[in-house]
């Protein structure tokens, strides 16, 4: 027997100024990128390589603007967390780029947040397992529509920021990031052949903190437009 996925359930981002959507194949998330978020979470990343870890395809929650999504809180936190990102959504085959090369295989960018259950991250990390459980979940990874490169460009800098009820809670630059783009992407085409369909979380500035139910996220990246979520009560059964 052979089962197959219409393709229309594929989770799916849309892409800015058009009617096309983004098929989502894997999501790949860089840790500690910012120096400032670095020291927060304990660490001095500035000596250390990137470190990737992943998130399913199906935790995509797409917004597009004006649209305010709901995000259920999610199962089994106490602590449950946002990070702003720059997302890069990968639009050509490559493995064992070199960082001159990398912007080449980028189709565009996106506005996205790195949810997080703190809590469980941590307890795994402590105990030295893999952190899967705080970071790969329903509903983790919010984002907004994708510009195209050919529209924003490759963006090098520009105000990252995050609020929460209309307060700044996260802000930053993206020039402040400890590994840029290009080298990033070198970096993880060592170790994955990037795909069409794949994104790259690139790394929150500092501030990162909790959320709960009825609180209003709102993240923005120069250039790149806004990102609104409602985080509403955990799915019943
Ligand atoms: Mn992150």
């Known amino acids: 027997m052979k089962y197959a996925i219409p393709a229309w359930d594929l989770p799916s981002v849309p892409v800015a100024g058009s009617d096309l959507a983004f098929p989502v194949r894997h999501i790949y998330c860089v840790g500690r990128n910012y120096a400032e978020h670095a020291k927060e979470m304990g660490g001095d990343a500035a000596k250390e390589p990137p470190f ?40 050509a085959r490559g493995s064992v780029v070199a960082p001159e090369r990398a912007e080449a295989l980028i189709f565009g960018y996106a506005v996205g947040l790195d949810m997080t259950r703190r809590d469980l991250q941590h307890a795994m990390r402590e105990i030295k397992r893999p952190w899967d459980i705080g970071k790969s979940f329903a509903e983790a990874a919010p984002i907004g529509p994708i510009h195209r490169v050919a529209e924003v460009g490759h963006p090098k800098r520009g105000r990252i920021a995050l609020e929460v009820n209309g307060a700044i809670r996260q802000q930053g630059d993206l020039a402040d990031m400890i590994w840029d783009v290009p080298h990033m992407l070198h970096f993880l085409a060592q170790y994955y052949e990037l795909l069409p369909g794949d994104l790259v979380f690139t790394g929150t500035p500092a501030g990162v903190g909790a959320v709960v139910a009825g609180d209003e996220l709102v993240g923005r990246i120069e250039s790149l437009g806004e990102l609104r979520i409602r985080i509403v009560a955990p799915q019943g059964p």
């Open 52 to 91: 990737f870890f992943t998130k399913p395809a199906d935790a995509i929650v797409p917004v597009v603007p004006p649209s305010v999504a709901d995000v259920h809180y999610p199962l089994a936190t106490r602590n449950y967390h946002h990070e702003i990102e720059l997302v890069v959504a990968i639009g």
